[in-house]
């Protein structure tokens, strides 16, 4: 199983509701990443999640929180979005932190802020 | 700070042709990782090749090569024999050797193979 599994595919919510984005891997890595990726541009780097502890925070807002339950599991919770933060959410895991190892990318999340 | 720089922001092929894409880079590190990504309609980013940059020669992966200029800090790829199934958006990425796999990605070349 290299798969990375990100619910839903699909989410539309208001600017006064609370969401949450899911990612899901059964590889056994113990790094875990949220990126965020707006239309016609790369992904950017939001959170990193390094045995179940967040090492990495790249001055992301405080509506965007995120939380490592265990080494499969990693959700980034939505609270008082914006339009702006429309996007597409991309989680990504790899074995360790190190370089040496490949990132696995989910599907993404495709989130509309209304 | 890193960045990286992808020239071309579309280029097209036609079907068994080769197609080179390039992508430039600066750092002041001396060890790092290049990688490029393929991210399908499907939106999933694929790793396609990787390259360490204390390693001379340059990376192969079946159809996919790279030409790894560091002292230019450049980094282009070659795929040979395109297929239709290689139509995608390309990403050109830098990561520190010290980088908790923090990726840097370039703006993206979305190429066509074309029937």
């Known amino acids: 199983d290299t798969e990375v599994t990100q619910t839903p595919k699909h989410l539309v919510m208001g600017m006064t509701n609370k969401k949450s984005l899911k990612c899901e891997q059964h590889?056994?890595?113990?790094?875990m990443y949220w990126y965020k990726q707006k239309a016609k541009k790369p992904p950017e780097l939001m959170f990193v999640?390094?045995?179940?502890?967040?090492?990495i925070n790249e001055s992301v807002p405080s509506r965007f929180s995120p939380e490592c339950p265990n080494s499969s599991l990693l959700n980034l919770h939505l609270h008082a979005l914006q339009p702006e933060d429309s996007a597409l959410y991309l989680c990504?895991?790899?074995?360790?932190?190190?370089?040496?190892?490949?990132?696995?990318f989910g599907q993404g999340t495709r989130l509309t802020v209304v | 700070a890193q960045t990286v720089t992808q020239s071309q922001p579309e280029m097209s092929v036609q079907e068994a042709e080769t197609v080179t894409l390039s992508c430039t880079y600066d750092?002041?590190?001396?060890?790092?990782?290049l990688f490029w990504y393929k991210q399908p309609p499907s939106r999933q980013m694929i790793l396609v090749i990787r390259?360490?940059?204390?390693?001379?020669q340059n990376a192969t992966e079946n159809r996919f090569s790279v030409n790894f200029q560091k002292a230019a800090k450049s980094f282009s790829l070659k795929i040979s024999d395109s297929q239709l199934g290689d139509t995608a958006m390309y990403f050109c990425?830098?990561?520190?050797?010290?980088?908790?796999?923090?990726?840097?990605f370039g703006t993206g070349t979305r190429l066509t193979v074309i029937p």
């Open positions: 990504a895991s790899s074995q360790d932190t190190g370089m040496n190892t490949e990132a696995f």
């Open positions: 590889m056994g890595h113990r790094a």
């Open positions: 999640y390094s045995y179940e502890k967040l090492s």
């Open positions: 750092t002041s590190e001396s060890n790092y990782y």
């Open positions: 390259q360490e940059a204390y390693k001379q």
């Open positions: 990425a830098f990561a520190s050797l010290s980088g908790a796999n923090n990726l840097f």
